[in-house]
Every structure is written in C-alpha cells, then in structure tokens.
C-alpha cells in the first residue's frame, strides 16, 4: 500500500514563509510526476507546482517566483518552499504523485494539510 504524508503546514501571516514535505512510502519501484495542489473554501482543486523526474518544473501563475518545488528522489520525498505567503494562498495543500508500485503506474493523493495566511 502507498501512501503520501503531508506535513509543514500552520498559520502565518502575511509575507512569511513556510516549508511543506511530502513523503512517499509503501511498495515503490519508481515515482514520476510528484506536485502540489491547493483547494481554497468553495473553489475546484488546482494546481500550485509541479516536478518530473529529472527536474523540470512548472508552476501556477499565482505562485511564480514566490514557490519553489524541489524533490528527494533517495527519499522519495518532495518539497514545497513557500515565501511571501499572502491570505490568498490560504487552503488546503495537497501532495500528488505518480507512482510505479507493482505492475502499473497509478496516482496517489496525500490527505493534506492546512495553511492558513493571516493578513
């Protein structure tokens, strides 16, 4: 069985910083695609970063410059540096990845964590 732990989120106000991890544990073979999303109150899941393999990223619009995904591939393990939170970051974060654990590629969702950025 796979799962992913979020942890690192809290209450900040706001322009402060905080760090998330993810860890995937479980029968893993490979991990591909590794990210974040968010859900705020009454608003669709999105996606707030993402990391292949090899490093590429991609981020939202919203976050650029301010979020930095970077990922542990010996500890199976991604990261989320946040800087300069403002209260629109507020929302759940959630750890996503693809992973090779038996046979054949599936996506695993963590439970996530709150962050809440204070004005």
């Known amino acids: 069985q796979v799962q992913l732990v979020e942890s690192g989120g809290g209450l900040v106000q706001a322009g402060g910083s905080l760090r998330l991890s993810c860890v995937a544990s479980g029968r893993i073979f490979s991990i591909n695609n590794m990210g974040w999303y968010r859900q705020a109150p009454g608003k669709q899941r999105e996606l707030v970063a993402r990391i292949v393999s090899g490093g590429s990223t991609n981020y939202a619009d919203s976050v650029k410059g301010r979020f930095t995904i970077s990922r542990d591939n010996a500890k199976n393990t991604v990261y989320l540096q946040m800087n300069s939170l403002k209260p629109e970051d507020t929302a759940v974060y959630y750890c996503?990845?693809?992973?090779?654990?038996?046979?054949?590629?599936?996506?695993?969702w963590g439970q996530g964590t709150q962050v809440t950025v204070s004005s």
């Open positions: 996503n990845a693809d992973i090779w654990d038996v046979s054949t590629w599936s996506n695993y």
